[in-house]
Structure formats: C-alpha cells, structure tokens
C-alpha cells in the first residue's frame, strides 16, 4: 500500500516541479504562478524525496524466513507471512 502511495507522490512531485519551470507555464498559458517559481520546484522536489523515501522502505520489508529441518541438519528456508 505504501509503495502506490510512493509512486503517487512521486508523479504529483513531477507535475508540481514542472510548474515552477518557466517554459511550461507558458506552454500551459499560466503567466503567473503564485508563490514563486523556487517555492513549486521546491515542494515538488520534497514530494519526490518523500515518495521515494516511501518506496524503499515498501520494498527493504520481506518476510521473515524460517529454517527447514531434515534431522537436525537445515535443508532449506521457507517465508513467512
């Protein structure tokens, strides 16, 4: 779950950055953008971080693995959900 809302954040922090670069608010007819052009690029840079900050945490959990015995000697691992 928290892996979707990383990518989601990442791709918000895309458009929100691409709004504070000069030549596509133009092409998207927006002559002026409040707050400043540093402050989107910024808060789109931070959206980013943070989504990517989520993504890895998604991906570095795995399960916990669990030995297989055979006798006493350890054959093998299985995961554990």
């Given at each position: 779950?928290?892996?979707?809302?990383?990518?989601?954040?990442?791709?918000?922090?895309?458009?929100?950055?691409?709004?504070?670069?000069?030549?596509?608010?133009?092409?998207?007819?927006?002559?002026?953008?409040?707050?400043?052009?540093?402050?989107?690029?910024?808060?789109?840079?931070?959206?980013?971080?943070?989504?990517?900050?989520?993504?890895?945490?998604?991906?570095?959990?795995?399960s916990p693995e669990?030995?297989?015995?055979?006798?006493?000697?350890?054959?093998?691992?299985?995961?554990?959900?």
């Open positions: 779950m928290s892996k979707v809302v990383g990518i989601s954040l990442v791709i918000l922090g895309m458009g929100v950055t691409a709004i504070g670069i000069k030549p596509i608010q133009s092409a998207l007819a927006l002559v002026s953008v409040p707050g400043g052009n540093t402050l989107w690029m910024g808060a789109g840079i931070v959206l980013i971080l943070l989504g990517g900050f989520l993504i890895r945490k998604a991906s570095s959990s795995q669990v030995p297989i015995y055979e006798g006493q000697n350890i054959v093998g691992y299985r995961k554990v959900n």
